[in-house]
């Protein structure tokens, strides 16, 4: 089993960021790949970023490429998501996910550990 918690949401001014952190447990986080997804209130859960175990392939929403950067600390067991240059609509709860095999994905389907949230709120 791996328990997966996030950390480092909050309300931030448009154009700022934050960087989420997901802590993970009970399994080494080498052998996973990572996502991280976001829901905003009244809409579906959607893909952000994700990441092989060795953190050379990332794949990106096109609505956060090229200001949000995901990466993890396999020593650590930690996978950590960037988000710059946040809008309106980057406020979500946003989750952190763990598959196994290690390979990234972006379909929420692959993924069977999740934490419990962490809500980011942009305001302008």
């Known amino acids: 089993q791996m328990q997966l918690v996030e950390s480092g949401g909050g309300l931030v001014q448009a154009g700022g960021s934050l960087r989420l952190s997901c802590a993970v447990s009970g399994r080494t986080l080498s052998s996973s790949g990572m996502g991280w997804f976001r829901r905003a209130p009244g809409k579906e859960r959607e893909f952000v970023a994700t990441i092989n175990w060795s953190g050379v392939s990332t794949t990106y929403a096109d609505s956060v490429k090229g200001r949000f950067t995901i990466s993890r600390d396999n020593a650590k067991n930690t996978v950590y998501l960037q988000m710059n240059s946040l809008k309106r609509e980057d406020t979500a709860v946003y989750y952190c996910?763990?598959?196994?095999?290690?390979?990234?994905?972006?379909?929420?389907?692959?993924?069977?550990?999740w934490g419990q949230g962490t809500q980011v709120t942009v305001s302008s």
């Open positions: 996910a763990a598959r196994v095999p290690a390979g990234a994905a972006t379909s929420a389907l692959l993924y069977g550990y």
